[in-house]
């Protein structure tokens, strides 16, 4: 044949086996720059499988040690904690209570794992009796009011032994009132995970089902990013850079990879994504259904979120990962 470079070039040479292909492999998956969400709720030797999360559930203290233990055996070496409180109010107080249900899982968590990374969602949809992230005035959210019970929210996460907190609200200025509250507070180490850019999704909604915060009027578009924008995206990541963030996420994740990449390529910060439960579901449903393997259809859609640029990546595979890897 005599086409130019043919047939002195061939591809396909290094992907003739698979230990080549691993040897010459761009972007691998490493269990440390994993997260595995989980969600705790009150009672005692609870478990309450969630239909809409396949392998994830809702569990009281006591036994969210015991799937902890069985996470850190496998190599997990970070978890995200999202609470179910007892009782729901109005400003969503359970969220900042020192005994909250949170808060007694950090201080259980704490004493077992020294080792383990614990971050924890600030938000109030999980604890208002609305659902909404905020303080409802009417029908509306008031932005500056909810800052202020998201800033007593961190701290009191900190206070309780939180690595790590991660709010994921969408309120303006929150990061800047978090850090000023936690520096006030003696924990000026406590780093900022913040949701920079977190759109108002449809994927999100096998993840209302465990948290139970379903908004009770209305939706969170008034807060929640615009799906159609990028450049608003940055922004909101740029004030967060500018009000003290130390890392930024990406939420969803899959239908927003361009947007991760925008993120990556602006900012020097760690950039994380959320590989949230609708993207979860889908794979788990299609696989049960027989349409794909799981296994494979899970690995190539993370290796999708690192290559598009997340240093870290939350996601409901991340025990599955573990026993694959």
């Given at each position: 044949?005599?086409?130019?470079?043919?047939?002195?070039?061939?591809?396909?040479?290094?992907?003739?086996?698979?230990?080549?292909?691993?040897?010459?492999?761009?972007?691998?998956?490493?269990?440390?720059?994993?997260?595995?969400?989980?969600?705790?709720?009150?009672?005692?030797?609870?478990?309450?499988?969630?239909?809409?999360?396949?392998?994830?559930?809702?569990?009281?203290?006591?036994?969210?040690?015991?799937?902890?233990?069985?996470?850190?055996?496998?190599?997990?070496?970070?978890?995200?904690?999202?609470?179910?409180?007892?009782?729901?109010?109005?400003?969503?107080?359970?969220?900042?209570?020192?005994?909250?249900?949170?808060?007694?899982?950090?201080?259980?968590?704490?004493?077992?794992?020294?080792?383990?990374?614990?971050?924890?969602?600030?938000?109030?949809?999980?604890?208002?009796?609305?659902?909404?992230?905020?303080?409802?005035?009417?029908?509306?959210?008031?932005?500056?009011?909810?800052?202020?019970?998201?800033?007593?929210?961190?701290?009191?996460?900190?206070?309780?032994?939180?690595?790590?907190?991660?709010?994921?609200?969408?309120?303006?200025?929150?990061?800047?009132?978090?850090?000023?509250?936690?520096?006030?507070?003696?924990?000026?180490?406590?780093?900022?995970?913040?949701?920079?850019?977190?759109?108002?999704?449809?994927f999100y909604g096998p993840f209302r089902e465990a948290a139970e915060?379903?908004?009770?009027?209305?939706?969170?578009?008034?807060?929640?990013?615009?799906?159609?924008?990028?450049?608003?995206?940055?922004?909101?990541?740029?004030?967060?850079?500018?009000?003290?963030?130390?890392?930024?996420?990406?939420?969803?994740?899959?239908?927003?990879?361009?947007?991760?990449?925008?993120?990556?390529?602006?900012?020097?910060?760690?950039?994380?994504?959320?590989?949230?439960?609708?993207?979860?579901?889908?794979?788990?449903?299609?696989?049960?259904?027989?349409?794909?393997?799981?296994?494979?259809?899970?690995?190539?859609?993370?290796?999708?979120?690192?290559?598009?640029?997340?240093?870290?990546?939350?996601?409901?595979?991340?025990?599955?990962?573990?026993?694959?890897?």
């Amino acid at each position: 044949m005599s086409t130019a470079g043919f047939p002195a070039t061939r591809l396909r040479r290094l992907r003739r086996t698979s230990r080549l292909r691993s040897l010459v492999r761009e972007t691998r998956l490493d269990l440390g720059d994993f997260v595995m969400p989980l969600f705790v709720c009150p009672g005692d030797g609870v478990v309450h499988p969630l239909e809409g999360l396949p392998g994830i559930g809702q569990r009281s203290v006591d036994a969210l040690v015991d799937e902890t233990e069985k996470l850190v055996a496998l190599g997990v070496s970070a978890v995200l904690l999202f609470g179910i409180p007892e009782e729901k109010d109005e400003e969503g107080s359970g969220a900042y209570d020192e005994d909250g249900i949170v808060q007694r899982a950090l201080r259980e968590l704490r004493a077992r794992f020294p080792e383990l990374v614990l971050a924890t969602d600030v938000c109030l949809c999980e604890y208002t009796s609305h659902g909404h992230c905020g303080v409802v005035h009417g029908d509306e959210i008031d932005n500056d009011a909810s800052v202020e019970l998201l800033a007593r929210t961190a701290v009191s996460h900190a206070e309780a032994g939180a690595d790590t907190v991660c709010p994921s609200d969408m309120m303006d200025g929150r990061v800047g009132a978090i850090r000023a509250a936690l520096d006030d507070s003696g924990f000026e180490q406590i780093p900022i995970v913040s949701y920079a850019a977190k759109y108002a999704s449809a994927f999100y909604g096998p993840f209302r089902e465990a948290a139970e915060s379903t908004p009770a009027f209305g939706d969170r578009r008034g807060y929640q990013l615009d799906p159609a924008n990028v450049r608003e995206a940055l922004r909101e990541c740029e004030l967060d850079v500018q009000e003290g963030a130390d890392a930024l996420i990406v939420k969803p994740a899959l239908p927003y990879l361009d947007v991760l990449r925008a993120v990556r390529e602006r900012f020097e910060l760690p950039v994380g994504a959320y590989n949230v439960s609708g993207e979860y579901a889908m794979l788990k449903a299609a696989a049960q259904a027989g349409w794909l393997d799981e296994r494979q259809a899970a690995l190539e859609s993370l290796t999708a979120i690192k290559r598009a640029g997340a240093d870290f990546i939350v996601s409901y595979w991340t025990k599955e990962l573990a026993e694959w890897l």
